[in-house]
């Protein structure tokens, strides 16, 4: 798979199972591929674990570092689902209630309850959907 269709993470172990491995990353917010966002301090970082199943799991050690990978089209699924549908159910939902004639308190409270409904729907299917999100671990 070539490179721009993977988004990799470099992380350090920070558990070992017997079928998966816990890895920590640092996750660099709106910072991208930026020269200068290690010498920036407006760029948020925050530490995140992930699991990834494997059953090489036997081949890592607690510390050592590694990449995490996975396909790009996983995250632009999970753009998709958390902000794309959500803004697109919330205009909607605010337009159909200013055309059924609703004043605008209530046009916005509908709109935010259906984006709030959604959410829900998103959170009740979160199983279905984590299943799709395949992450995979190489040495480095």
């Known amino acids: 798979m070539k490179q721009a269709e993977q988004i990799e993470h470099k992380g350090i172990v920070a558990y070992i199972g017997r079928d998966f491995v816990r890895v920590s990353i640092t996750v660099n917010e709106a910072c991208g591929k930026c020269a200068s966002r290690k010498a920036c301090a407006m760029g948020s970082s925050e530490k995140r674990e992930i699991i990834i199943y494997t ?24 753009v998709i689902l958390c902000y794309v549908v959500p803004l697109v159910v919330l205009v909607a939902s605010l337009i159909i209630a200013n055309v059924l004639g609703c004043n605008d308190g209530y046009a916005a409270a509908i709109a935010l309850g259906s984006t709030a409904l959604y959410y829900a729907v998103l959170g009740i299917f979160h199983k279905r959907i984590s299943k799709k999100v395949v992450f995979t671990i190489s040495k480095l």
């Open 55 to 78: 059953s090489h799991a036997a081949q890592y050690s607690v510390g050592e570092e590694v990449n995490v990978l996975a396909k790009q089209s996983i995250g632009i699924m999970a």
